[in-house]
């Protein structure tokens, strides 16, 4: 049998209502008391009951998060992140990789007090659940929920913007363009506004398709772009983990960065800066992602959102020395 509140309150010297409220986080409970009774929980190893809090409280402080894969470093490290904040929050995550009807309805279940849904591939389908829903994903007005839009578009503009101030004019964005994949989508129509917008030429080989976003994709885009002659002088990349494979590539064939070719990866993350060659990365940080998602959702479990509102980030651009002027 585990330890329950009565055991706290007999070695605390408190009546239960006490060991409750102080496990509350109850003002009327003395601060020195409070902090008597929370060490003492620690120490017996005390593990709340929080199906009895839900029929009092109406709430599991738990949430759940919907992600259908997280083997890519980022997806991995942003669900890591959020899990954090919710932790600071005094929520517990659970993270379903299951098909989205399917986590909806383990979800239900355990009687999750907010789901964070990542759209990917499939479509988020109309939802019966009652209970506040926000989703990193791409902003459509048709959409009820509260969406967080890392504004992959303003991104490629960011990214092309910057080689163009360096006198670049033959760009080239390297990205799997096979799947349908929203963000993709997003990245490679944002670099062909942004092409527009400056009057550059959108040729034939413009737009690289990896066929994937692993390393192996962006090292083997390489290898076809300079066997058929199709490598430009300045590449945006669609990943993180592409950029690493370009990156080996280039280097393989002796290509120096950024004397030969300028080079600039999707993914604001740190590890942009540990590749073989730190290379300048365009978007939206994983922490300010975290702690936007999370900050908003709890808004909502407290009645502070507008369902309707889209909330759009705004990428930046960390410059590293893998961007040249170009000379010609």
Request: with cysteine.
């Amino acid at each position: 049998m585990g330890i329950t509140i009565k055991d706290i309150a007999q070695q605390a010297g408190v009546s239960y209502s006490t060991v409750s409220k102080a496990l509350n986080d109850s003002p009327l409970v003395k601060p020195d008391t409070k902090l008597k009774i929370i060490e003492i929980a620690r120490t017996l190893g005390y593990q709340p009951n929080f199906a009895a809090q839900h029929l009092v409280k109406k709430r599991t402080n738990t949430i759940g998060l919907i992600w259908p894969t997280i083997a890519r470093t980022v997806p991995a490290r942003l669900v890591s992140l959020i899990r954090e904040e919710l932790e600071k929050q005094g929520y517990t995550m659970i993270l379903s990789v299951d098909s989205l009807l399917k986590a909806f309805d383990t979800f239900k279940r355990f009687q999750v007090d907010g789901l964070i849904i990542f759209e990917g591939v499939d479509p988020v389908p109309p939802l019966s659940l009652s209970i506040p829903i926000i989703t990193y994903g791409i902003y459509h007005p048709n959409k009820s929920y509260l969406i967080i839009d890392a504004n992959h578009r303003l991104a490629m503009d960011k990214a092309v913007d910057h080689l163009v101030k360096l006198g670049h004019s033959r760009l080239q964005f390297i990205g799997d363009l096979d799947s349908n994949d929203p963000f993709q989508y997003e990245k490679q129509q944002g670099f062909i506004k942004a092409l527009e917008k400056y009057r550059l030429p959108i040729g034939d080989h413009a737009i690289i398709n990896t066929h994937g976003l692993d390393w192996f994709n962006g090292y083997q885009a390489i290898k076809h772009c300079l066997s058929h002659k199709q490598l430009g002088r300045a590449i945006i990349s669609g990943s993180y983990e592409l950029s690493g494979g370009i990156v080996r590539g280039l280097k393989e064939h002796q290509y120096a960065i950024p004397e030969d070719i300028s080079i600039i990866g999707y993914d604001n993350i740190p590890q942009m800066a540990h590749l073989e060659k730190p290379i300048t990365s365009v978007g939206v940080s994983m922490d300010k992602l975290a702690i936007t998602i999370v900050k908003h959702l709890i808004n909502l479990l407290n009645d502070k959102n507008d369902v309707h509102f889209p909330v759009k980030m705004i990428p930046e651009l960390n410059t590293r020395h893998s961007c040249a002027r170009l000379v010609f």
